[in-house]
């Protein structure tokens, strides 16, 4: 399941100055980059010169980075950095928090997230999430599933989507004699890969994770690890960590972020894992990877 | 202070034993505890006394009319036949008419308070007065419901001193008491709850409508019950607007429409009305009449707790 840690010559990282672009020619190098994955498109995210903003505090600055498809990315770095506000920004789940604004581009498959005619509950039927802390709603194990693919206007027969969703989250077999039964009474690390099966049942192209496994123990973390690893044969993973060696061992690609002395966050460095986590190119993700600070 | 550090440095089991248990508590403190316990008894010891004392007088009623006769008969000049059938009868038409109308209004301002309004000077600008409305004393309301109500139904109707006008000045005296309570239970659930449903790709009025309002409806609805509690007590904004104070006439055979758009009472007014009534039989009358509005409110108020005890929700 590590597969960044797999024997594949790597080239050099992808590092990207605060003040570059993103350009075409990065692109191709993150591609020769990761070999062990299947060829690859146009990436899923792309930003630019990316902010965020709540009310005057400015949370992130100038963010350049790609998200290819298929792949895990973590994203790490230290408490207040900002990863889980880029998460948040990436599907506008932050469109509902009071005074939180944006700066810069979102593209997501070439699309700018923000245009005004783009319709956020469509960007989040397409880009799923599963969040920190479980949250299935207090209603059944099935109608927690079937809830998305309702309001989406599934026509198609829902009792398998729902089994469909639930198999695919590893959660099936545990629950599939107490689909009646409230999503809330399972156990926490239940609970996460039933919200995986809710996120998966509306058929997303990505699922942003934002810091899934911190409420969990470390069997049900290594379930929603394995679990990552198999959905990224369908999906774009991008999940936020504290925990390095989740980042370490159950990521492709890795970015690091770090604030600076105004408390704003930004991207350090951003490359396969195993690059990251052994020949970083900055000493800032050294002393990180390494443990000597954060 | 000194004398504990002095211990800790030389913890044997015997200088322990002494730390521990050595100290009295000051009696400061026993004092101060006797000041709040005797607050407790004042205010309670209070009520029991009124309690009792409207129960007692009230004894003579239930003895020799016995409670059916006294809740099954109309108003009358005769104390021994006098009853609060008719104030029964309108207290019951007065909460269904406001019951009818907070539910939608109230709920319905509450969500866009709570899920819709962004937070702009407007928005708090509403939650500030909604919360002084509340703090109105319903006697102005009844006013209001005189200069409004009363003046508009006059066009429609040659009693406009009617059930329906009660009802609605009733409702805008609870209107702003139940918009605040089902904002706070909407309120209580958590975020967490909202991002689920939004980030399956929920529109906010599916979210709404699935999730927030329904997790939410036990508090609604706790907050409308003890609010209905409320209303059933008020007098003075129902003598503005003419709920009758004496006997009135009505043939027996009028319809359910003909009586809530025809002269009323309510159980409060009806009290009132007795209270000022110079035959002494009239007193007993009078507190047989607070008790059983005393134990319609009670009633209410313990199907609220019940209902809160069963569906409330810890999250």
Same mark, same amino acid.
């Given at each position: 399941m590590n597969e960044g840690g797999d024997p594949v010559t790597l080239e050099s990282p992808v590092l990207l100055e605060p003040e570059t672009k993103a350009s075409p020619s990065i692109r191709v190098t993150t591609a020769a980059a990761s070999a062990a994955t299947p060829a690859e498109g146009p990436p899923v995210f792309e930003l630019k010169k990316f902010s965020a903003y709540y009310g005057s505090f400015r949370a992130i600055k100038d963010m350049d980075m790609v998200i290819q498809p298929n792949r895990i990315t973590a994203l790490i770095g230290p408490s207040g950095s900002g990863k889980s506000t880029v998460l948040r920004w990436l599907n506008r789940m932050n469109d509902l928090v009071p005074g939180a604004h944006m700066g810069g581009e979102v593209l997501y498959h070439g699309v700018n997230l923000f245009d005004k005619r783009v319709d956020a509950v469509e960007v989040r039927r397409r880009i799923g999430m599963v969040f920190q802390k479980p949250n299935p709603f207090p209603k059944s194990i099935y109608d927690n599933v079937a809830f998305g693919p309702r309001v989406a206007g599934y026509k198609g027969k829902m009792n398998e989507l729902v089994e469909e969703s639930l198999r695919r989250a590893a959660i099936w077999d545990e629950v599939k004699d107490k689909l009646k039964s409230p999503g809330t009474a399972l156990s926490g690390g239940q609970q996460q890969r039933l919200c995986i099966a809710r996120a998966i049942a509306v058929q997303p192209d990505v699922i942003l994770m934002d810091e899934p496994c911190s409420a969990l123990d470390p069997v049900a973390t290594l379930k929603i690890e394995q679990l990552m690893f198999e959905l990224k044969q369908n999906y774009t993973i991008v999940i936020v960590t504290h925990n390095m060696q989740q980042a370490a061992r159950a990521s492709d690609e890795t970015m690091f972020m770090t604030m600076g002395e105004d408390r704003a966050g930004y991207m350090v460095e951003i490359g396969s894992t195993s690059e990251i986590f052994t020949n970083p190119k900055r000493q800032l993700t050294e002393d990180y990877v390494s443990g000597r600070f954060g | 202070m000194a004398v504990t550090t002095g211990i800790r440095t030389s913890a044997t089991s015997a200088a322990v034993q002494r730390a521990l248990t050595g100290q009295s508590r000051p009696v400061g403190e026993w004092i101060f505890q006797g000041l709040l316990f005797l607050s407790l008894l004042v205010a309670l010891g209070m009520l029991a006394w009124l309690l009792s004392d409207v129960f007692i007088r009230s004894m003579p009623v239930w003895e020799q009319r016995g409670v059916v006769s006294f809740v099954t008969s109309n108003l009358s000049s005769d104390p021994e036949k006098a009853g609060i059938?008719? &104030?029964?009868? &309108?207290?019951?038409?007065?909460?269904?008419?406001?019951?009818?109308?907070?539910?939608?209004?109230? $709920?319905?301002?509450?969500?866009?308070?709570?899920?819709?309004?962004?937070?702009?000077?407007?928005?708090?600008?509403?939650?500030?007065?909604?919360?002084?409305?509340? @703090?109105?004393?319903?006697?102005?309301? @009844?006013?209001? @419901?005189? &200069? $409004?109500?009363?003046? $508009?139904?006059?066009?429609?109707?040659?009693?406009?001193?009617?059930?329906? $006008? &009660? @009802?609605?000045?009733?409702?805008?005296?609870?209107?702003?008491?139940?918009?605040?309570t089902a904002a706070e239970a909407l309120r209580s659930v958590p975020r967490s709850i909202r991002e689920a449903g939004f980030g399956v790709g929920a529109t906010k009025w599916e979210v709404v409508r699935s999730h927030v309002l329904p997790y939410a409806a036990p508090g609604i609805f706790t907050g409308i019950i003890l609010t209905i509690a409320r209303a059933i007590g008020e007098t003075a904004p129902l003598l503005l607007v003419g709920a009758a104070v004496a006997g009135f006439g009505q043939a027996a055979s009028a319809g359910v429409v003909d009586k809530i758009l025809g002269p009323y009472t309510a159980l409060p007014t009806t009290i009132f009305s007795w209270a000022r009534l110079p035959q002494s039989e009239f007193r007993a009358l009078t507190a047989a009449a607070i008790v059983v509005l005393l134990v319609v409110v009670l009633l209410i108020n313990a199907i609220a707790?019940?209902?809160r005890n069963r569906y409330e929700r810890r999250w």
């Amino acid at each position: 399941m590590n597969e960044g840690g797999d024997p594949v010559t790597l080239e050099s990282p992808v590092l990207l100055e605060p003040e570059t672009k993103a350009s075409p020619s990065i692109r191709v190098t993150t591609a020769a980059a990761s070999a062990a994955t299947p060829a690859e498109g146009p990436p899923v995210f792309e930003l630019k010169k990316f902010s965020a903003y709540y009310g005057s505090f400015r949370a992130i600055k100038d963010m350049d980075m790609v998200i290819q498809p298929n792949r895990i990315t973590a994203l790490i770095g230290p408490s207040g950095s900002g990863k889980s506000t880029v998460l948040r920004w990436l599907n506008r789940m932050n469109d509902l928090v009071p005074g939180a604004h944006m700066g810069g581009e979102v593209l997501y498959h070439g699309v700018n997230l923000f245009d005004k005619r783009v319709d956020a509950v469509e960007v989040r039927r397409r880009i799923g999430m599963v969040f920190q802390k479980p949250n299935p709603f207090p209603k059944s194990i099935y109608d927690n599933v079937a809830f998305g693919p309702r309001v989406a206007g599934y026509k198609g027969k829902m009792n398998e989507l729902v089994e469909e969703s639930l198999r695919r989250a590893a959660i099936w077999d545990e629950v599939k004699d107490k689909l009646k039964s409230p999503g809330t009474a399972l156990s926490g690390g239940q609970q996460q890969r039933l919200c995986i099966a809710r996120a998966i049942a509306v058929q997303p192209d990505v699922i942003l994770m934002d810091e899934p496994c911190s409420a969990l123990d470390p069997v049900a973390t290594l379930k929603i690890e394995q679990l990552m690893f198999e959905l990224k044969q369908n999906y774009t993973i991008v999940i936020v960590t504290h925990n390095m060696q989740q980042a370490a061992r159950a990521s492709d690609e890795t970015m690091f972020m770090t604030m600076g002395e105004d408390r704003a966050g930004y991207m350090v460095e951003i490359g396969s894992t195993s690059e990251i986590f052994t020949n970083p190119k900055r000493q800032l993700t050294e002393d990180y990877v390494s443990g000597r600070f954060g | 202070m000194a004398v504990t550090t002095g211990i800790r440095t030389s913890a044997t089991s015997a200088a322990v034993q002494r730390a521990l248990t050595g100290q009295s508590r000051p009696v400061g403190e026993w004092i101060f505890q006797g000041l709040l316990f005797l607050s407790l008894l004042v205010a309670l010891g209070m009520l029991a006394w009124l309690l009792s004392d409207v129960f007692i007088r009230s004894m003579p009623v239930w003895e020799q009319r016995g409670v059916v006769s006294f809740v099954t008969s109309n108003l009358s000049s005769d104390p021994e036949k006098a009853g609060i059938a008719q &104030g029964l009868f &309108g207290s019951v038409m007065l909460m269904v008419i406001v019951i009818v109308l907070i539910i939608p209004i109230g $709920v319905a301002a509450a969500i866009y308070l709570e899920e819709y309004a962004t937070d702009n000077w407007l928005t708090r600008f509403l939650n500030t007065t909604v919360r002084n409305l509340a @703090g109105v004393p319903a006697v102005v309301y @009844g006013l209001l @419901g005189l &200069g $409004v109500f009363v003046a $508009v139904m006059r066009n429609f109707t040659n009693s406009p001193l009617n059930l329906l $006008v &009660g @009802g609605l000045t009733l409702s805008l005296v609870v209107l702003p008491i139940v918009i605040i309570t089902a904002a706070e239970a909407l309120r209580s659930v958590p975020r967490s709850i909202r991002e689920a449903g939004f980030g399956v790709g929920a529109t906010k009025w599916e979210v709404v409508r699935s999730h927030v309002l329904p997790y939410a409806a036990p508090g609604i609805f706790t907050g409308i019950i003890l609010t209905i509690a409320r209303a059933i007590g008020e007098t003075a904004p129902l003598l503005l607007v003419g709920a009758a104070v004496a006997g009135f006439g009505q043939a027996a055979s009028a319809g359910v429409v003909d009586k809530i758009l025809g002269p009323y009472t309510a159980l409060p007014t009806t009290i009132f009305s007795w209270a000022r009534l110079p035959q002494s039989e009239f007193r007993a009358l009078t507190a047989a009449a607070i008790v059983v509005l005393l134990v319609v409110v009670l009633l209410i108020n313990a199907i609220a707790i019940i209902l809160r005890n069963r569906y409330e929700r810890r999250w």
